[in-house]
């Protein structure tokens, strides 16, 4: 079978989750709430609203996961002393804490896969990546 652009992008991705998982695991978070850990901790002070569109999350998605992180202690909901509908999210000392700790995997697991690359051939990569990612969107708008 000839490897295809695809298959290697799929590999590489089961490779980041399944080394993401062992990372995340040990800090008492999935996977799946990755990425509202991560995004409310580069937005402080975020309304759940805007975590569903810069995520791409239904409001249901959004205040299940929500939730969880509440109710493990990564989380804090608070309304606003001026709108009681508005609602703000923020990380808690142990959210803030794995969102440190998260935004080295990205990093990490890079170093790890591309670690043969020569800084040339990483910057080359990364380009080339980018321009199938914005074809991809380009495609699709």
């Known amino acids: 079978m000839k490897r295809t652009?695809?298959?290697?992008?799929?590999?590489?991705?089961?490779?980041?989750d399944q080394f993401c998982?062992?990372?995340?695991?040990?800090?008492?978070?999935?996977?799946?709430?990755?990425?509202?850990?991560?995004y409310m901790g580069n937005h402080p002070g975020c309304s759940p609203g805007e975590l569903a569109e810069a995520l791409e999350f239904d409001g249901g998605h959004?205040?299940?996961?929500m939730?969880?992180?509440?109710?493990?202690?990564?989380?804090v909901k608070e309304k606003s002393s001026e709108d009681k509908r508005a609602v703000f999210l923020s990380l808690t000392d142990?959210?803030?804490e794995v969102f440190e700790t998260s935004r080295r995997l990205f990093?990490?697991?890079d170093g790890l896969a591309a670690?043969?690359?020569?800084e040339q051939e990483k910057e080359e990569l990364i380009k080339l990546l980018g321009k199938i990612a914005e074809e991809r969107r380009r495609i699709k708008a």
């Open 5 to 16: 652009i695809s298959f290697y992008i799929k590999a590489l991705h089961r490779d980041f």
């Open 21 to 38: 998982d062992r990372r995340l695991q040990q800090m008492g978070l999935t996977k799946g709430l990755l990425y509202f850990i991560l």
């Open 62 to 65: 959004v205040t299940r996961s």
């Open 67 to 75: 939730e969880k992180l509440i109710s493990s202690g990564f989380a």
């Open 94 to 96: 142990r959210g803030r």
């Open 107 to 109: 990093g990490d697991w």
């Open 115 to 118: 670690g043969s690359l020569t």
